[in-house]
Nanobody, 121 residues
């Protein structure tokens, strides 16, 4: 399985960015997908996930970020609006071990290489 994330960059506070993650290697539609992030000096944290049962978000991004997927294209997206400096981090996409994946990193089996998002104030 390969996960290739893209779309990061430098964004001003209040702006928007869209991350994409291309997946290959196994039947994409059968697995949950998620986005995590890691800021300098901090532990990796859950951002958003999407599985057969719906979507879930970290409280810190709820109402600002939207996760979606295109099973035909084997893509997962993270639309980020109203970005804040505290959203600055390396963002990773991940693929679940099963059709169900939650906010715990242990429910994800494969990880992409990460893409940097920097929000300037």
């Amino acid at each position: 399985v390969q996960l290739q994330a893209s779309g990061g960059g430098l964004v001003q506070a209040g702006g928007s960015a869209r991350l994409s993650c291309a997946a290959s290697g196994r039947a994409f539609r059968n697995y949950g997908m998620g986005w995590f992030r890691q800021a300098p000096g901090k532990e990796r944290e859950f951002v958003a996930g999407i599985n057969w049962y719906g979507t879930l978000y970290a409280d810190s991004v709820k109402g600002r970020f939207t996760i979606s997927r295109d099973n035909a294209q084997q893509m997962v997206y993270l639309q980020m609006n109203d970005l804040k400096p505290e959203d600055t981090a390396v963002y990773y996409c991940a693929q679940g071990a099963t059709h169900y994946s939650n906010s715990q990193s242990t429910s994800y089996k494969y990880w992409g290489q990460g893409t940097q998002v920097t929000v300037s104030s």
